[in-house]
């Protein structure tokens, strides 16, 4: 069975920082794309990140780049999101997707390319 368990949400404040973790069990992430969604009250989930299998390709929405780092150690079957200056907008329950296919690419912004998902984790940013 497999299961992803994202860890680091939390209460911080306005300009902080935060360090999501994602851990995998069941399923290799070696070889897979991988990606971080937000979902706030109210609206549809939305892109954050993704990582192709080596780390060597790498997508950011608009409105975390220059601002979060998506990373991942194979070995560790684990993904991260770095996350600095942290604003009241990136509020949300933020989840960790894999993907079943071995392929990557622009399109891995979109949910759909997804087939496995964590159960998600609250951050919370107050002014």
């Known amino acids: 069975q497999v299961q992803l368990v994202e860890s680091g949400g939390g209460l911080v404040q306005v300009g902080g920082s935060l360090r999501l973790s994602c851990a995998a069990s069941?399923?290799?992430?070696?070889?897979?794309?991988l990606g971080w969604f937000r979902q706030a009250p109210g609206k549809e989930r939305e892109f954050v990140a993704a990582i192709s299998w080596s780390g060597s390709s790498i997508y950011y929405s608009d409105s975390v780049k220059g601002r979060f780092t998506i990373s991942r150690n194979n070995p560790k079957n684990t993904v991260y999101l770095q996350m600095n200056s942290l604003k009241p907008e990136d509020t949300a329950v933020y989840y960790c997707?894999?993907?079943?296919?071995?392929?990557?690419?622009?399109?891995?912004?979109?949910?759909?390319?997804?087939?496995?998902w964590g159960q998600g984790t609250q951050v919370t940013v107050s002014s």
């Open positions: 997707a894999a993907s079943a296919s071995r392929r990557y690419g622009s399109e891995f912004r979109q949910p759909d390319k997804y087939d496995y």
């Open positions: 069941g399923i290799t992430f070696s070889n897979r794309p």
